[in-house]
């Protein structure tokens, strides 16, 4: 009932010739994906419009990883998500916690950005995910349904249809250990049950929760089985198309 999804978040990583070449290969393997599960690729800005090009004709969406929180103007070394949507992507990522860790992204500017990406037809790929001190002092239901409230509970449902989440533990991202499958499962259903208290059971089932951090072939499978966890958002395996493809396939 609700759209599965691997997306692949390649970061400040490769150069505009490697990305192409990593979409070409994606592209070649993507007959191998099971029906019923989407791929997307989130390069950086600059290889957008090449990515793009390799990426025409086949069912896998491009991503930006971040989007102004401005439409246009002076705003120097900011892309708009007008701008996201004339080179082709049809999502943007918001919140990734490298972005709130580095540089500044707080609630108040994924509203902005959020409400933008909408006015410009991008899909929005909205993450959230807790800190390990915070994981260790048991916080991390209130982290999460904080992130969520202060950005999603001013959405429409019709809106709340363009938001795939990413539950990302920040611990896990890019340090190779991975949330258990319950832990994961356990915040993938209490996602779910904060956006069912707020939006309806209708507008909570069918939204996707998408799991990040570390996750590889080797533990795609097991994440992936979980009732509430739709898939996921792939940083460093991203990187390799036949990784990629393997966690597409779990
Ligand atoms: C990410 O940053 O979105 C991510 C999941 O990274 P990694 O897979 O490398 O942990």
Request: aromatic share 6%; net charge negative; proline share 4%.
């Amino acid at each position: 009932m609700r759209k599965k999804i691997v997306a692949g978040n390649w970061k400040m990583n490769t150069t505009v010739t490697e990305g192409v070449e990593l979409a070409k290969s994606i592209v070649a393997k993507v007959n191998e994906i099971p029906v019923g599960v989407s791929l997307v690729v989130a390069p950086p800005f600059t290889h957008l419009t090449s990515v793009a090009e390799v990426l025409k004709g086949s069912p896998v969406a491009l991503s930006a990883q971040n989007c102004a929180d401005q439409p246009k103007g002076a705003y120097t070394g900011e892309v708009s998500a007008e701008m996201l949507k004339d080179a082709g992507c049809s999502y943007t990522i918001l919140g990734h916690s490298e972005r709130r860790e580095y540089y500044g992204e707080t609630s108040e500017k994924l509203v902005k950005k959020m409400a933008l990406a909408f006015e410009n037809g991008l899909k929005v790929i909205f993450c959230v995910g807790e800190k390990l001190a915070e994981r260790q002092e048991g916080q991390h239901f209130d982290v999460v349904s904080a992130q969520i409230s202060e950005v999603l509970f001013g959405l429409t449902p019709a809106q709340m249809a363009k938001v795939v989440i990413a539950y990302e533990p920040v611990w896990a991202i890019g340090t190779g250990v991975t949330a258990t499958s319950e832990q994961a499962q356990e915040i993938h259903a209490f996602i779910r049950k904060t956006l069912a208290a707020h939006f309806g059971e209708d507008v909570a089932a069918k939204t996707t929760i998408l799991y990040g951090g570390s996750c590889k072939p080797s533990n795609a499978q097991e994440l992936f089985a979980c009732p509430d966890i739709d898939g996921g958002l792939i940083g460093g395996a991203s990187l390799k198309a036949d990784d990629f493809i393997a966690i597409a396939k779990s």
